[in-house]
């Protein structure tokens, strides 16, 4: 099993879950999040005022799927998550050793 962890801009978030769901995701997690990359601190103009922006807003996805489909559902995000600006993201990918449904008591695979 995988981890997918996909930080992503904000309002792609429907449309990437959209995608996700038609790719076979049966569940995922999301968290509003700050942070900065390559963009760092950039200036924006308020009410006539110039000020420096730190942190952009983003959305931070976590999903475990299986091995088998990690490839494919990581195309999905890239494509859909895609805007050919600074900032669309990043996806790490990390090895899951175990997974376990608290209702069921269900491991592996068949948890998630």
Known sequence: MKLIIATIKPFKLEEVREA????GVRGLMVTEIKGFGAQSGHTEIYRGAEYVVNFVPKVKLELVVADAIADQIIEVITKTAHTGKIGDGKIFVLDVEQA?????????DDAI
Do not use: H
Not at 20 to 23: I, P, R, S, V
Not at 100 to 105: E, F, L, S
């Open 20 to 23: 996700l769901t038609e790719a």
């Open 100 to 108: 376990v449904r608290v209702r069921t008591g269900e491991t592996g």
